[in-house]
């Protein structure tokens, strides 16, 4: 299996892109293909969760209600016996006492006694049915909010499942339509992984690059479009005995390809390939040949993944994904396996 090097660049753009709209949930291309096709089974297991939690908390609150309603029977007769009793306790008190056996001292302390019992008797008696309730007034609380649900259950169950599956519904339809606006990034990327796993299929002795950047401290002047250039960056560079390939690669429809909007890749992978021909001359020497130093082949293709253009372009070959192995292996050996190693350990 060929070696591999690097994160292809359309999949970092396309993580990056949808990390920046909150969406984390993707780890490969086949992770977002996934999720496209199981869309609406998704959905569905959200609202049947959702369904399924629901019917949960309904036995669970019906449950509930009847310990509650029988809690609240005996707490609400136990307290309406401890206030009977207290207000009978307080009756008792008032009548209990003979005014005419006290000393005159005797008889304003126990009227002043009197009197707080009295008001005691009073608030008791007048508050008598607030004191109860409050007293199970959490029970209640309980009982109503469980009957509220049930009730609530069992007249609009569809609306509640909708109403609580909205949030997490919401949330899957907002990724897909991140998906949908970068389709172009996922096309790209989806292209790229083909790429790298027909690539894999090749020998050992071919070592590919993802995502190969090199920038220069002195810029490279490109005579033909007479501009200097300060780095390029190319989808793959596949290094083997054969030489250098720079491949780019383009998952473009027929009407892609044939619209005038589009900017051509030739151009590009020539200035790639012009500015990698210069670093290479300047920071590589091969002396391992008796004859003296060797160039290293450096060949410029541009894989297509389903549609390529008729008519063949000067320096630059378009090959099908179907044709890439074949056309990789087609060139005879030129390097050895030391110069494949020491230029994929310049070049990595």
């Known amino acids: ?20 709209k909150g969406v984390n ?8 293909n996934s999720f496209l096709s199981n869309f609406n089974r998704e959905v569905k297991t959200v609202l049947d969760d959702e369904a399924e939690q ?5 036995y669970e609150a019906s449950e509930r209600l009847e310990v509650n309603k029988k809690r609240y029977s005996e707490r609400f007769e136990l307290e309406s016996i401890r206030i009977a009793n207290r207000i009978s306790d307080l009756k008792a008190k008032v009548q209990g006492k003979q005014l005419d056996k006290m000393n005159y001292l005797s008889r304003i302390l126990f009227w002043i006694k009197l009197q707080l019992v009295k008001q005691k008797l009073k608030y008791l008696i007048k508050n008598e049915s607030q004191i109860i309730d409050s007293a199970v007034k959490e029970i209640s609380k309980q009982i109503e909010e469980d009957e509220n649900f049930i009730h609530e259950y069992n007249s609009s169950r569809k609306e509640l499942i909708k109403s609580r599956s ?6 899957l339809k907002f990724t897909r339509s991140v998906i949908e606006g970068a389709s172009n990034l ?4 989806i292209g790229e992984s083909l790429v790298v796993k027909e690539i894999k299929k090749l020998s050992d002795d071919y070592v590919l690059i993802n995502d190969f950047n090199l920038k220069f401290f002195r810029p490279v002047y490109y005579k033909k479009q007479n501009q200097r250039i300060y780095s390029i960056q190319v989808d793959h560079l596949l ?20 619209s005038l909007s589009l900017r051509s890749p030739i151009e590009q992978i020539r200035r790639s390939s012009f500015a990698l021909f210069i670093y290479i001359s300047n920071n590589l020497k091969l002396k391992d040949h ?36 074949t056309y990789l292996e087609y060139f005879e050996p030129v390097l050895t396996d030391s110069q494949v190693s020491r230029i994929a350990s310049k070049l990595i």
């Open 1 to 20: 299996m060929a070696q591999i090097h690097g994160t292809i660049q359309s999949l970092k753009s396309l993580k990056s892109e949808l990390q920046s």
């Open 25 to 32: 949930r993707f780890s490969s291309v086949r992770e977002i």
């Open 54 to 58: 629901l019917e949960k908390e309904y």
């Open 166 to 171: 909205e949030t997490k519904i919401s949330r």
């Open 186 to 189: 996922i096309s790209g990327a």
């Open 239 to 258: 290094i083997s005995k054969a030489g250098i390939f720079i491949i780019e690669t383009k998952n473009w429809s027929k009407s892609s390809i044939d």
């Open 290 to 325: 008796h004859w003296g130093e060797q160039q290293v082949p450096i060949r410029n293709l541009i894989v297509m993944i389903n549609n390529k253009p008729k008519g063949k372009f000067k320096h630059v070959s378009i090959k099908l994904l179907s044709e890439l192995n």
